[in-house]
């Protein structure tokens, strides 16, 4: 069986057991709350459809898989821009507790928030040209505690650090030789490949895919953190969203300038 749909910024395609989600929102994929909400839409339209692999990916050819949160729609009053219900937390989770394997489809430059969507997958195949950059930092977004974890759980402490505190693209092999990316292949071969990948998963037990990615989604969690270093660092987020640094580095994103920190 074989289905077309279009929601406003993805189509979603299934053929047989396996769905995919294409990411068409202009040249850049980003986040914004409209894009989310469609994104978290088809996943539910896959659940229903008990679809067994959805593959998650931009249009072929994409020089920008996404550019990561729409920053045109970042609070700028003071309110924290991740908390449990914004966008990004809420399309984080729709991935993770879906109950198919979901791949990350990967072709273009991946940014900022856009990287923890693709780590949330359950597999990442990347084109060889691939890159992924973590920019929290450039833009003066102070991340909250379970996306930074969501990085941790896929990549090493140093590497989360370096991805972080430079802010600079890191190439697909790279991400491979880590374990964060598991194949980086051609461009001309990443459809195929990652086509081939997903029917091998949908011969397998559907059932044991639900039960063991729950378990590895409870057992990654669990990190126990006390009340006051919650607290403490909730905190520490909120001088950062309530500085001139972070008004800083949204307004010099929109005048496509680079910022000017001062640390206050």
Same mark, same amino acid.
């Given at each position: ?14 053929? #047989?057991?396996? #769905? ?20 978290? =839409?088809?996943? *539910? ?12 990916? =931009?249009? $072929? ?13 970042? $609070? ?7 908390? !449990? ?5 809420? %399309? ?43 920019? $929290? ?5 102070? !991340?909250?505690?379970? #996306? ?7 990549? #090493? ?8 505190? =430079? ?15 598991? &194949?980086?292949?051609?461009? /001309? ?6 086509? %081939? ?11 044991? &895919? ?12 669990? &990190? ?5 270093? !919650? ?7 909120? *001088? ?5 640094? !972070?008004? *800083? /580095? ?15």
């Amino acid at each position: 069986m074989h289905s077309t749909r279009s929601l406003a910024t993805v189509v979603t395609t299934t053929d #047989g057991s396996i #769905g995919t989600i294409t990411l068409q929102h202009g040249p850049v994929n980003a986040l914004s709350k409209q894009l989310i909400d469609d994104i978290c =839409a088809a996943m *539910e339209q896959m659940d229903s459809e008990a679809v067994q692999v959805v593959i998650l990916r =931009a249009a $072929p050819g994409a020089k920008v898989f996404s550019a990561g949160h729409d920053v045109r729609e970042l $609070p700028t009053n003071g309110r924290d821009p991740l908390t !449990y219900n914004d966008p990004l937390r809420q %399309a984080v989770r729709t991935i993770e507790n879906h109950p198919a394997p979901v791949i990350a489809m990967v072709e273009g430059s991946v940014w900022g928030g856009a990287c923890e969507l693709v780590m949330s997958c359950d597999l990442v195949i990347a084109a060889k040209d691939a890159t992924f950059a973590l920019t $929290p930092a450039k833009l003066g977004i102070p !991340y909250n505690l379970s #996306g930074t974890l969501n990085f941790l759980k896929v990549a #090493g402490m140093h590497l989360v650090k370096e991805m972080v505190f =430079a802010a600079q693209p890191v190439t697909a092999d790279r991400l491979a030789i880590s374990g964060v990316v598991n &194949h980086v292949v051609p461009r /001309g071969q990443l459809e195929p490949f990652t086509l %081939a990948l997903a029917r091998r998963i949908a011969e397998t037990s559907p059932l044991v &895919h639900r039960i063991v990615k729950e378990e590895l989604r409870v057992l990654g969690n669990a &990190h126990p953190l006390n009340p006051e270093a !919650y607290e403490r660092i909730q905190a520490l987020r909120r *001088e950062v969203y309530d500085s001139n640094d !972070y008004q *800083e /580095g949204i307004k010099a994103f929109l005048e496509k300038r680079k910022p000017v920190f001062r640390g206050k």
